[in-house]
């Protein structure tokens, strides 16, 4: 089992660790703990480097993390100093960020539930079952969300018990009621008085960070499945 540094503090750029074993198949090493993000809820993995070599990619399976490196393998037992690609890495938290108070913005003015989404570093598209969305709504939608941004609601991650986190009634529209029986914890991550998610994500501490948004687009996918593009300004 890797120790999953990125799940309690986001904003942990390096760090040490032991190489615990090695999948030479695919030039990957498993550490005793880690910073890097796997990848997983539409959000990316991380890359950045171990000593001097090149994480390219991370990838959870099952208990383990994968960092695939370029270069030669080191044995198990090496120390390695990791440093995750910050730039990226804090792109995708404030652009993750934005989603959930996309997410929780629609919500709570239409009701609407997201169905999917994906990011990339400063940009990201969400799904919703959203009938009543038309083009007028889209920069009613732009300014909401950028209000509660500037706003500057707290965000608190937890990890709950699982027969806690189901006594939740919010995190139930989140098909919190989906996780696998295994699972005996939740992290939930809260955009207090707006959101809340059970979610294996990196978050900004507060919705300042995230900075202004764009909806940059809009796609009816059908009757009800509408998809919103949205861009967060660089700086
Ligand atoms: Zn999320």
Redesign the pocket.
């Known amino acids: 089992m890797t120790e999953l540094l990125y799940q309690v503090d986001g904003y942990l750029k390096e760090f040490d660790a032991v190489v615990t074993n090695s999948v030479p198949s695919e030039n990957a090493l498993v550490l005793d703990q880690t910073a890097f993000y796997p990848g997983g ?3 990316p993995n991380d890359v950045g480097m171990l000593n001097q070599l090149r994480v390219v990619k991370v990838r959870k399976t099952g208990d383990a993390i994968l960092h695939i490196i370029e270069g030669e393998l080191p044995s198990v037992g090496t120390q390695v100093h990791g440093a995750v690609d910050w730039d990226r890495r804090y792109k995708l938290m404030r652009t ?1 960020t934005a ?2 108070v996309l997410c929780g913005t629609v919500f709570r003015d239409y009701g609407a539930l997201v169905t999917g989404g994906d990011m990339e570093p400063l940009k990201g598209r969400m799904d919703f079952e959203f009938e009543r969305l038309q083009k007028e709504l889209v920069s009613v939608i732009e300014e909401a969300v950028n209000r509660e941004i500037l706003a500057g609601h707290e965000i608190k991650v937890k990890i709950l018990p699982r027969i806690e986190a189901f006594q939740i009634p919010d995190l139930i529209r989140t098909k919190i009621n989906l996780l696998p029986e295994g699972i005996q914890q939740v992290r939930t ?1 809260e955009i207090v008085g707006l959101d809340l ?1 059970a ?1 294996g ?1 990196t ?1 900004v501490k507060n919705t300042t960070e995230v900075g202004k948004i764009r909806v940059a687009d809009y796609k009816s996918k059908g009757a009800i499945n509408k998809r919103l593009y949205i861009e967060v300004q660089d700086r």
Request: aromatic letters at 0%.
């Open positions: 809820g539409g959000q993750h989603m959930h991550v998610q979610d994500g978050h």
